[in-house]
Nanobody, 117 residues
């Protein structure tokens, strides 16, 4: 079992920055991939970024160049640094984790990001 708790969301003006954090607990040594997804009102949840053991990162085209995912193993935390935010980035952001050898995805409770124009 893995538990995920996000924080760092809020209201920011267009062009501003936010850093989201996700703290993992439980069976953290089994985690292979951690990532971020988002869901805007009336839309499906979509991939934002991921970090895989070994340090490989992947980003959605819509955020590439504006977003950086990183992981602090000592703090069991994954971060999402978001810069040059746009109103279309407004969504609930969810942290995810997948264990080695499993396709099951653990989710956090989500944190709201609102970007005003």
């Amino acid at each position: 079992q893995v538990q995920l708790v996000e924080s760092g969301g809020g209201l920011v003006q267009a062009g501003g920055s936010l850093r989201l954090s996700c703290v993992a607990s439980g069976n953290i040594f089994s985690i292979n991939t951690m990532g971020w997804y988002r869901q805007a009102p009336g839309k499906q949840r979509e991939f934002v970024a991921s970090w895989t053991s070994g340090g490989r990162t992947n980003y959605a085209d819509s955020v590439k160049g504006r977003v950086t995912i990183s992981r602090d193993n000592a703090r069991n935390t994954v971060y999402l640094q978001m810069n040059s935010l746009k109103p279309e980035d407004t969504a609930v952001y969810y942290c995810s984790a997948e264990q080695f050898g499993s396709t099951y995805t653990y989710w956090g409770q989500g944190t709201q990001v609102t970007v005003s124009s």
